[in-house]
């Protein structure tokens, strides 16, 4: 059903789009993407690392050997598997890599334990891979959403949670998408190595 709804909204944008169905944790799947993808397009040179996994079992109570692993798996190896992909491939100059972190990797965050740190870890490596890659004209950030509304965030918690950020509004899909925009386009040219936080001010 998710990927008919994406499909459906993609249609209302262009006729030129690829929907690949895959794992990357699993090396496999990440060369497919690639091939499919360059195989439509040719080489890519925008990377969005927006895949993500967490758990409800995600406390130091209730947390698993296999959440920690199914977590780290996706949202650390993956990326780093596609950010290693991504670098072997290019071709181009003014390469672009933006990864996915959360707000919940800057501030605590009850119940969502491995999933921050995970996050967190994100962080880390865009800072590092950052002076690795600047030598091929690649730069890499990662943006850290705040509350954003993606149809979870029901009026109850919305109550709760709008005291704590300053824009007095939850997020929408369009604030991160204009970001992801702006770090793709030549005006953030000369950015890199950082997180760039889009919260409305949550929690300063």
């Known amino acids: 059903m998710l990927k008919i709804a994406i499909e459906e909204k993609l249609k209302e944008i262009t006729k030129n789009y690829l929907i690949i169905e895959s794992d990357i944790s699993m090396q496999a799947d990440v060369l497919k993407i690639f091939d499919e993808t360059e195989q439509k397009f040719g080489n890519a040179n925008i990377l969005v690392n927006n895949a993500a996994f967490g758990s409800d079992k995600d406390t130091i109570f209730s947390v698993t050997n296999n959440t920690i692993d199914e977590t780290f798996d996706v949202n650390v190896k993956g990326t780093l598997m ?13 390469g672009k890599i933006i990864n996915f972190s959360s707000d919940n990797a800057y501030h605590s965050f ?12 994100i962080e880390s490596l865009t800072r590092t891979i950052a002076c690795e890659v600047e030598k091929l004209g690649i730069t890499i950030n990662a943006i ?6 993606a149809a979870w965030i029901n ?34 040219s000369w950015i890199t190595g950082q997180v760039i936080r889009i919260s409305g001010g949550h929690e300063l």
Request: aromatic share 6%; charged share 25%.
């Open 110 to 121: 009850s119940d969502q334990i491995i999933y921050g740190a995970s996050k967190a870890a």
């Open 155 to 188: 009026k109850i918690l919305e109550k709760e949670v709008l005291p704590s950020i300053p824009l007095a509004r939850l997020g929408t899909p369009e604030d991160i998408a204009n970001m992801i925009l702006f770090l793709a386009s030549e005006k953030a």
């Open 82 to 94: 596609m950010i290693r992909e991504f670098v072997k491939r290019y071709i181009n100059q003014n």
């Open 144 to 149: 850290a959403p705040g509350l954003t509304q």
